[in-house]
């Protein structure tokens, strides 16, 4: 029996088995079992096969993975908001391999990655889905283009295939220290009441992973799930947003429910109205959407921005004004010090003090070390020793 054999059995194991007390300890055990088949059946062939290359080189301050089912507009709207022309048509399937563009914003440089549609299956290799996949686990945001008309359906089967193959979208992980001993058997202890899980059901899972001798320490109420998910060490925790196209198809009152759900952007791109003659000879206007006009795009724009937690930082030499045409673009929470890296790897070790005008002082300039927390468009003088 074939891997893809054992993953569909313990499925439909799981889907057949009453959520209760008396089974909880069986299912745990189960979803370590598909836990383990799953991460084999990404592991990548011993042998490889020269081909087309799929994946593209990581450049820019930041990277977006586009991913969404055939025919959603993802190539338009990757032709629309970089100079890069991605081919877009009326049947499915259009791109074919990973496209990349470039989105210039605030002075950063965000790359944007048009990748083939995914169908069904594709976390078991269906439609190049594991290519498609592998390179949306290194993203740092995944963009998810959803059809309007089937929003929720597409939502549930693209979470359902990303989560499979480990990709975890708008979760924190969990706050489990785990660490594997030579001997001594299970430490086991919380810090908290555990409502999901007890040492009897941790054992199992760690003993189906052959691992008798670890120390756990549950920091806060998690589940199995969770708890599988930090034994297998290779889950990648990603920002998600979710755009809606094809908004002409449905109501008003849809779009507002759509458009106010948490992570949502509904894109609104252009209204191109379109007439003809109805039978009674009067005129029909028909509104429907496309990507010209750019309507709603800088919405689009602001999220991408403030999922990626992107800041600026401007520079300062003694005695100029700021140079605020070429900024530093860095994450949230950076300190000083990661700033004098930006600028260079030596300038940290001849760090003296730094001068700071902007909100995260409480004046301004004011006189700060190399652990003081930057915000965004704040300005910088290094003062060397």
Partial sequence: MGILEKISDIEKEIARTQKNKATEYHLGLLKAKLAKYRSQLLEPPKKSEKGEGFDVLKSGDARVALIGFPSVGKSTLLSTLTATESEAASYEFTTLTCIPGVIAYKGANIQLLDLPGIIEGASQGKGRGRQVIAVARTADLVLMMLDATKQDVQRGLLEKELESVGIRLNKRKPNIYFKVKKGGGLSFNSTCPLTHIDEKLVQMILHEYKLFNAEVLFREDCTADELIDVISANRVYLPCV???????????????????????????????????TAEDGEIEVRISVGCNMKLNLDYLL????????????????PGQTPDFDDGLIL???????????????????DFKYGLVWGTSTKYSPQRVGLHHVMADEDVIQVIKK
């Fill in 331 to 349: 994450r949230r929470g950076v300190s000083v010090e990661h700033v004098c890296h930006s600028i260079h790897r030596t300038l940290a070790s």
């Fill in 302 to 317: 602001e999220q991408l921005w403030e999922y990626l937690s992107l800041i600026r930082v401007y520079t300062k030499k």
């Fill in 242 to 276: 979710y755009v809606y196209n094809k908004i002409d198809q449905i109501s008003i009152e849809e779009v507002d429910r759509i458009a106010r759900q948490p992570n949502s952007v509904v894109l609104a791109n252009a209204l191109v109205v379109l007439s003809s």
